[in-house]
């Protein structure tokens, strides 16, 4: 593009000669050799990969050296070619200004070379990082689904002895879940209603089996419901209630869901009787752990998760969402 541009001038300027375009066509042809040189040792030399300040000075030395071959070269075509050297050309100023120009289109090269590879890098970088998360989500899910299935096939299995017409009641409720959970596993986040209608029915279910020693309070904020929160999330919170607090107590307890908006996040709250263990303090069961990795991958840092003994006979799981 330079070499065009430089006929391009000398055409205008009515000055132009086959000899000129020639000897621009040749300088084109060499500076294309050399930037392939200049590729070739940033390839080999693995430039790509260092930092800010340990490139720039050697891309300003080898542009620089690659400058000053590119003036000698001229001198010794002009030499043979053009009859001789003038003493014009062997001005120190002449000598400088040239050899600055021919930097400055190596310069401009290398920035448009460096630019082209780190955008193309950092795209490589998001799909590859987009892929690991999506893996990654798909693998916590594939966890949480089995532990699921055996809790609720444990609770129907308690009712068929017990009451068949309830236990039949109950197999209802849990194809509706699973049918729910075959949807949802196709889906990185749900809204927030979804998610409620599958925790309604394991509960139901759960109060079949549990009868008088499980307590269901609900308080919902209209506002809520088109959140958007990871499938079974909710779900497995209950459940981790459920199975680690009022199942362990002789008069079971309260299971508590309330949910408000602040400052454009979902707040949701879930309390149970009971107490965490002093290994489950910091939530490092299982169902805890994926529940904190699912919602940091998916909103970036935005949303939290705590959970803690709220009093002595209370454990309290708070989750604040951004609504994306």
Request: proline share 2%.
């Amino acid at each position: 593009m330079w070499g065009f541009f430089q006929i391009f001038l000398y055409a205008f300027a009515e000055s132009f000669a086959l000899d000129q375009a020639v000897g621009i066509l040749l300088q084109v042809i060499y500076n294309i050799l050399t930037t392939h040189l200049f590729r070739l040792l940033i390839i080999k030399l693995k430039w790509l990969n260092l930092k800010l300040a340990t490139l720039i000075p050697r891309i300003l030395a080898f542009s620089l050296l690659l400058s000053v071959l590119n003036y000698m070269v001229y001198l010794g075509a002009t030499e043979l070619f053009a009859g001789g050297v003038s003493k014009l050309d062997l001005l120190s100023v002449t000598i400088a200004v040239t050899i600055l120009g021919y930097w400055a289109v190596y310069f401009i090269w290398v920035v448009f070379y460096f630019t082209f590879h780190y955008v193309d890098r950092y795209n490589k970088s998001l799909k590859v990082e987009a892929e690991a998360m999506e893996a990654e989500l798909n693998n916590l899910k594939a966890q949480l689904n089995p532990h699921f299935i055996f809790n609720a096939l444990n609770s129907i299995r308690a009712l068929v002895d017990e009451n068949p017409s309830k236990s039949k009641e109950s197999i209802t409720q849990l194809s509706h879940i699973l049918r729910n959970s075959l949807i949802s596993d196709r889906k990185k986040v749900i809204t927030f209603s979804e998610e409620l209608k599958t925790v309604m029915d394991y509960l139901a279910l759960e109060s079949i089996r549990y009868e008088e020693r499980l307590s269901i309070h609900f308080d919902i904020d209209r506002r809520t419901g088109e959140f958007l929160v990871p499938p079974l999330m909710l779900q497995t919170l209950v459940e981790n209630g459920i199975k680690h607090g009022i199942a362990n107590l002789i008069n079971g307890g309260t299971i508590s869901i309330v949910t408000a908006v602040r400052k454009k996040h979902l707040t949701l709250e879930i309390r149970n009787t009971g107490q965490l263990a002093s290994e489950k303090q910091n939530g490092s069961g299982l169902g805890l752990e994926n529940t904190r990795k699912r919602l940091e991958l998916l909103y970036h840092g935005e949303a939290t998760f705590n959970i803690k003994n709220e009093n002595a006979d209370t454990v309290l799981t708070k989750i604040s969402i951004p609504k994306i």
